[in-house]
């Protein structure tokens, strides 16, 4: 449990995940901004987009991702095809593969997390902001992102333990071998038959996603409007 392979992995687990759930952040807020700001009549539509990779098995939509990143994929002839590239480069396979694979995964409940905090918020709070001078950009950053504290902190929580714990997209997308924490604790399990090993690593996988949700919800709360204002 302390050898440099082990930590090596568990450490780029650790990071794959954070960065997973910052891109599903960074990706989610406009497409929740796009469904709460929507015409009723065009939610439903723009719902059953965003939900739409929860439709497809886990297999299904990674095996998926292999047709769109391979080497003669649709990326790859894309790029050749606009002449940014001369030969195909390496995307399937590879750490850049297993976090695009979990984005497309965790995207869905980091938006309708989102959704949900924005619901809560009055229209006429950003309405009042806007007649008192403040542009859109002032609105979002001082107004609507505090308020949306919440539904950020529950978005971050859920990507964040559903990337860390994902075995499906590392073991299909990502490099030959034990790339994540979870194909290491079915190798231990299943190839190797050390038993003990990989259920101390799934108890560590257990702390690490249950320290990371309490966490998390600690700093919800301490950033959450009410309790700023207490």
């Known amino acids: 449990m302390t050898d440099s392979f082990f930590l090596g ?44 990779p929860l ?17 003669n994929g649709v990326i790859n002839n894309a790029l050749i095809a606009l002449g940014i590239i001369q030969s195909p480069i390496k995307l399937l396979y ?4 297993i976090g695009i ?3 497309h995964v965790v995207l869905p409940f980091m938006v309708l997390s989102l959704v949900a905090a924005l619901d809560r918020i009055d229209m006429a709070v950003s309405e009042a902001a806007a007649s008192l001078g403040a542009n859109r950009a002032r609105i979002w950053w001082h107004v609507l992102l505090p308020l949306c504290v919440p539904g950020i902190g529950a978005g971050v929580t ?16 990502g490099p030959s071998g034990p790339n ?7 190798q231990n399990f299943v190839s190797l038959y050390e038993w003990g090993a990989g259920a101390a690593m ?29």
């Open 9 to 52: 992995v568990a450490g780029k687990t650790f990071l794959i995940s954070l960065g997973v759930t910052a891109a599903a952040l960074v990706f989610g807020f406009p497409l929740a901004a796009l469904m709460w700001r929507a015409p009723a009549v065009w939610r439903s539509p723009i719902a059953i987009v965003v939900l739409s």
């Open 55 to 71: 439709l497809v098995s886990m297999v299904a939509s990674s095996y998926g991702w292999i047709v769109i990143l391979g080497q």
């Open 94 to 97: 590879t750490d850049l593969a």
């Open 101 to 103: 694979g979990l984005v």
């Open 158 to 173: 859920l990507c964040f333990s559903l990337s860390i714990s994902a075995y499906v997209t590392p073991a299909v997308l």
């Open 180 to 186: 994540f924490i979870t194909t290491l604790i079915y």
């Open 202 to 230: 799934a108890f560590l996988l257990l702390v690490v996603a249950a320290s990371a949700v309490f966490g998390l919800g600690a700093l919800t709360n301490l950033l959450a409007p009410s309790r700023r204002r207490a």
